[in-house]
């Protein structure tokens, strides 16, 4: 039926439509010319826990699922892993908005992200993250199903989470640069639209609230125009919270202890208890279509730190697929064994990186057509500093290192191209009608301990039509730069937390 069709795919909006582009040897790469429409199709839960009827729920038993987790040993070692996928779409052609509406659109979102980057940035500088033993250890992988969010408005990639019990389906965005897991929840006084019915917590025998006095309480602001209670009966009294991502983008509302059901790599389930919510009752922003956000970042709320917390699961991994693709790639939570690559790079994270929610890297140089970009200073994790962030989309840096890279490319692709003067937002942009496989400089990031992330062109070039831009913006705060998503398809990369290090590897991760 229609309503169940809407219940298992999300169609996806043209965030950033860009064709496929072909890498060539040496200092140039090549792009296609061709530029069709793509969008994301979720894969299905695992067979174990199946979708029943129109009304998001799943058929499994909360008695099954305790019964495998008390098959299943305490030392075992696997992973959970989500699915991504792109696919064509047809809201995307009848939403009316051009290519260029979309480039517009996506950085747009940026500039109100970015804002909110450096103001939690900021709050961070207060103290530090503590962190604690797993509760037991969890030798196998966890997996559910991802997808690629730009058809809800924000350009980020969607997790696809089963939530409660018994457990209901969400879509929520994948985000490393925040840390609070919240969904929309019924009394919704403020809500945004999104695919499905929002989370009603009295329908879940495991929701339970959090408390006011509960030291986890104070892990988050409580400071919002709509939690202004105070907490005279620690015990009893709920935890209200508010928390921001950027110009008119928040949720409000009280955090709670819920159940959520994963697959584990060997085709079986398990329920992870206790995860701190988020129930969102006044909800606004860039969230249009998602049911919620699935935070990733290093704080001690993130879905990471509390996977970690529990079983000792001490890395996490994904693998974005091109918007030219329908096929599944994964992120996966504990060891993965596909991480076997031959040409896996490491580069360590920030020393001071681990008391923060993002993930700070040491660049040292930007590499365009193989020499280094003369920039005096990239910043630390102290000083604006680099981060890798899924939730940005382009990649940014800080002026004056933008100007620099900007002008690199210029002064390399004068004499072949005729530069398009005013395109909005992106720049350089070059006419490339009628050229089958345009040429353009390598772009490389060179970090202080030696690794170097090698990009193809389709990574930091966008093709629409007749014209071709540089996917890299700059921004003026602070001097933060940002790896976003755009930049990582196709790359395998892994969060080594335990070894405080950032992994990639080029991958065709529609294969993986």
Not at 121 to 149: C, D, F, N, W, Y
Request: net charge negative; aromatic share 10%; proline share 5%.
């Amino acid at each position: 039926m229609v309503e169940q069709r809407a219940a298992r795919l999300l169609l996806v909006f043209l965030l950033l439509v860009v064709s496929p582009f072909l890498a060539s040897a040496g200092l140039l790469n090549k792009l296609n010319a061709s530029s069709p429409l793509f969008g994301i199709e979720f894969p299905a839960f695992n067979t174990a826990v199946a979708d029943s009827g129109c009304d998001g729920k799943l058929v499994a038993a909360a008695d099954e699922v305790e019964e495998e987790q008390k098959q299943q040993s305490g030392s075992l070692a696997t992973s959970l892993k989500l699915h991504m996928t792109h696919r064509a779409t047809a809201e995307a052609a009848a939403s009316g908005k051009t290519r260029k509406d979309s480039i517009l659109d996506s950085a747009n979102k940026d500039a109100g992200r970015i804002a909110t980057i450096h103001r939690r940035r900021a709050a961070s500088k207060s103290g530090k993250h503590r962190g604690s033993s797993p509760r037991r250890a969890l030798s196998e992988r966890m997996v559910a199903t991802v997808a690629s969010g730009v058809a809800v408005g924000s350009g980020e990639y969607l997790v696809d989470v089963y939530v409660g019990t018994p457990p209901q389906r969400f879509q929520m965005i994948m985000d490393t640069g925040s840390d609070l897991n919240w969904l929309q929840c019924a009394p919704c006084h403020a809500c945004f639209p999104q695919r499905g019915p929002v989370f009603d917590p009295a329908s879940s025998s495991s929701y339970r609230n959090l408390t006011c006095g509960d030291a986890r309480c104070g892990l988050v602001s409580s400071d919002g125009p709509a939690t202004t209670r105070q907490c005279r009966r620690p015990r009893a009294d709920p935890c209200p919270y508010y928390y921001w991502y950027g110009d008119q983008s928040n949720t409000t509302g009280d955090l709670g202890l819920e159940s959520f059901t994963v697959n584990l790599t060997g085709s079986s389930t398990r329920r992870v208890d206790g995860v701190v919510l988020g129930c969102g009752h006044w909800n606004r922003g860039l969230f249009h279509g998602a049911g919620g956000l699935l935070g990733l970042g290093r704080g001690p709320l993130s879905f990471a730190s509390q996977l970690r917390a529990a079983y000792g699961h001490a890395a996490f991994s994904y693998c974005l697929v091109d918007h030219g693709s329908d096929a599944a790639s994964t992120i996966v939570f504990g060891g993965d064994d596909d991480l076997a690559h031959p040409h896996l790079n490491y580069t360590a994270f920030s020393p001071s990186s681990t008391s923060d929610t993002f993930y700070y890297v040491q660049l040292q140089a930007v590499l365009v057509g193989g020499e280094p970009v003369n920039v005096s200073a990239w910043g630390d994790g102290s000083s604006g500093g680099t981060i890798v962030d899924s939730g940005t989309t382009l990649t940014y840096f800080a002026e004056p290192a933008y100007g620099a890279i900007r002008q690199a490319f210029v002064d390399r692709m004068a004499a072949a191209y005729t530069l398009v003067p005013d395109f909005p937002v992106l720049g350089p942009c070059y006419n490339v009608s009628g050229v089958d496989r345009p040429e353009v400089p390598e772009m490389s990031l060179l970090f202080a301990d030696g690794a170097v992330w090698d990009f193809p062109a389709e990574n930091y070039f966008i093709r629409l039509e007749g014209v071709m831009c540089l996917a890299v913006l700059g921004t003026q705060s602070s001097g933060m730069n940002i790896i976003g998503n755009y930049q990582q398809q196709n790359f395998h990369v892994i969060y080594d937390l335990q070894s405080n290090r950032l992994g990639f590897a080029p991958r065709r991760c529609a294969e993986m």
